[in-house]
């Protein structure tokens, strides 16, 4: 038996935010200048069962794999799945009005206003979820009256909160001179939470552990949770675990930008095998300033508005158990100091270095994962498709070392690399929307190997002018028997 | 070319960034007076 | 182009005079190279950022146009640059580029 950590559990999330694509930080600035672009995204907004029946999200919640998306004709959103479902293989999908259930009970400081009315809506709905506790019923109150909620807008620069272009409440800043404290940032740091938290009471179902059973949490999502004194003070992993009456567990954040998740699953790998923690959690919740990123480009095509999804992602780590995909230590790629921001030198270090040290060669790996942001939401504003350009740097490098020839090129994008189809989510997308899919090919004995890499761009903080990124090597566990490869 | 030029480089991260555009025109004899790398996502 | 550095590029050819500044690109995705060409020289063609309905006419070079490369040290190509030569098509870049530039110049 390996003596490496595996990944035992994993859970995905889409949360369908349509009324709070307004928010998203492109939408909020443009908005401010433009009144009547609010008309437009309005027009331009899908229902849930459009959400629910894109390609992409069902491949995204593990219904279809990449494999099948790359089959179905784009535009993917003119194409949608029939009899498409809501709940995946891998993970759910939250509908808005369910969602603000689950945000006001994430709200343990009254910042969340919503009307009596709506109030017993969410209430209802939120019976019936899987993913809801008692609990969470019980901070949903009675709701504020709707003068209230008006006056709160108004007077107290409190956000006003819309569910199918209605008003139902308020979203209240919580300090009149602190930045870090505003309604806009504070709506931005429960979103995060609030669907962090679902996604990981949804590993916890899937894995079949009660909430007393992790004893660590590391959150790799991308937000600043802190006051004027301390902004990006963070453990939001730690808020996550209280939402999920993890009694016996505490956390940490890791940030690392999009390339987050690599570093957290790493590092969580690392404290599992060093003996420290045996039931670690790593998360990432949805993250609103992405919604709407790409808006001007979808108008523009006259297309729905794709960027309306928060993501969500909890993968649950242990000490080997024979079976779950091992999480390779010996061959972490990284982007040191040192190397320069020269592209194949970032290539070599997260790609060729990784899979050298375990005695393989780029061409020899089954499959590669890198970030799968949707081109389709990217494309339209001339953002380029990003795992196919990575994908051609990676195959080029593979030339360049005399692996492959330079006809093979495309076969080798094909047979190793996938189409995007992760929400542009930031940290989301980060190579790890794969790892579900590993895992089942891996189980079925018909994948042995995948690589997953993901960049960072240090640059958007102003504090380096450096690239980033990490990679690791997922390996089929060697204690399956392979009687049952296909 | 580069005589009497000012010179940005604005780079893309999954493409040629920034620092690299900067290493190559310095070399070249260019005076690189901005660098900027876009990150799309 | 983000609205960030369409800002500190306008502010850039004010100080130094828009006929002395070149800008290099370096983006992977040649529509993408196109839109920020366009936004330097004829402006925003989203109609979003500062560079909208501004005519800057800049002169803007890709670092992957084959022209340049007799400009940059042979060694220092091939170890920055020689990946690209297999995944960007620069010659078609170019192309699309000395259009634009014309333009500025006219």
């Avoid at chain 1, 969340?112 to 008692?134: A, D, E, M």
């Avoid at chain 1, 990284?334 to 070599?348: E, F, L, T």
């Avoid at chain 3, 130094?16 to 839109?35: H, K, P, Q, R």
Wanted: aromatic share 8%.
């Amino acid at each position: 038996m390996s003596t490496n950590p595996v990944v035992k559990a994993f859970a995905y999330l889409l949360v369908h935010t349509p009324d709070f694509v307004r928010y998203g930080s492109k939408p909020h600035r443009e908005t401010g200048i433009d009144p009547d672009l609010h008309r437009q995204i309005a027009s331009h907004l899908r229902s849930f069962e459009e959400a629910v029946a894109y390609p992409p999200n069902q491949v995204f919640l593990g219904n279809l794999h990449p494999e099948d998306l790359a089959a179905i004709p784009e535009p993917w959103w003119k194409h949608p799945v029939k009899q498409a479902k809501a709940n995946g293989a891998y993970g759910d999908f939250v509908d808005q009005e369910a969602f603000y259930g689950f945000l006001k009970a994430a709200d343990l400081f009254d910042l969340v206003y919503l009307t009596p009315k709506f109030t017993q809506i969410v209430s209802n709905r939120l019976k019936q979820h899987h993913l809801s506790i008692p609990q969470d019923l019980e901070k949903l109150g009675t709701g504020k009256e709707l003068d209230k909620i008006e006056h709160a807008i108004e007077e107290q620069a409190s956000l006003p909160l819309y569910h199918m272009g209605e008003l139902v409440g308020s979203f209240q800043r919580h300090h009149e001179e602190d930045a870090s404290l505003q309604a806009h940032v504070l709506m931005e740091n429960l979103m995060t939470k609030a669907s962090g938290a679902i996604a990981v009471r949804s590993l916890l179902r899937r894995a079949g552990y009660t909430p007393d059973d992790a004893d660590y949490l590391i959150s790799c999502s991308e937000e600043a949770v802190g006051d004027r004194y301390n902004r990006g003070g963070g453990n939001m992993a730690k808020a996550v675990g209280e939402m999920c009456q993890m009694r016996f567990a505490t956390g940490s954040d890791t940030k690392a930008f999009c390339a987050g998740p690599i570093y957290a699953l790493v590092h969580g790998a690392s404290l599992v095998k060093a003996g420290v923690f045996e039931n670690l959690v790593v998360l990432g919740g949805g993250c609103l300033s992405k919604l709407g990123m790409k808006l001007s480009g979808h108008l523009k095509h006259d297309m729905p508005i794709l960027e309306d999804v928060l993501g969500g992602i909890a993968f649950l780590i242990t000490p080997d158990d024979g079976q779950s995909p091992v999480i390779r230590l010996d061959s972490v790629g990284k982007h040191n100091i040192g190397d320069g921001s020269n592209q194949q030198d970032i290539m070599k270090s997260l790609v060729v270095n990784p899979l050298e040290r375990v005695g393989l060669a780029l061409s020899k790996v089954d499959k590669i994962s890198t970030e799968l942001h949707n081109p389709e939401i990217t494309v339209p504003q001339g953002s380029g498709n990003v795992p196919l350009n990575n994908y051609k740097l990676m195959a080029a490098l593979a030339v360049m070392r005399g692996e492959i020839s330079r006809d093979d090129i495309s076969r080798f994008i094909e047979e190793r690399g996938m189409p995007g189809f992760s929400p542009t989510q930031g940290h989301i997308p980060a190579a790890v929307p794969y790892l579900g899919h590993a895992a089942e090919a891996m189980e079925q004995g018909k994948l042995n190997t995948a690589l997953f890499v993901a960049k960072g761009s240090l640059f958007l903080g102003r504090m380096s002018q450096l690239s980033d990124g990490m990679s690791f090597l997922l390996e089929r566990n060697p204690g399956l028997s392979y009687e049952k490869k296909a | 070319m580069f005589e009497g030029k000012y010179v940005v480089a604005l780079g893309e991260r999954d493409g040629v960034p920034g620092p690299a555009i900067e290493e190559i025109l310095t070399a070249a004899g260019a005076n690189v007076i901005s660098t900027v790398t876009e990150c799309f996502v | 182009m983000d609205a960030e550095n369409q800002t500190t590029i306008m502010r850039i050819a004010d100080e130094y005079g828009a006929e002395n500044v070149l800008v290099f690109l370096g983006a992977g995705d040649v529509e993408g190279v196109e839109i920020s060409a366009e936004t330097l020289v004829v402006g925003d063609p989203s109609f979003a950022g500062p560079l909208a309905g501004v005519q800057l006419g800049l002169q803007v070079y890709h670092i992957l146009e084959p022209s340049l490369k007799q400009y940059i040290p042979g060694d220092l190509y091939e170890e920055k640059l020689g990946i690209f030569e297999l995944v960007i098509d620069g010659q078609q870049i170019e192309q699309s580029l000395s259009k634009l530039r014309e333009q500025a110049n006219n």
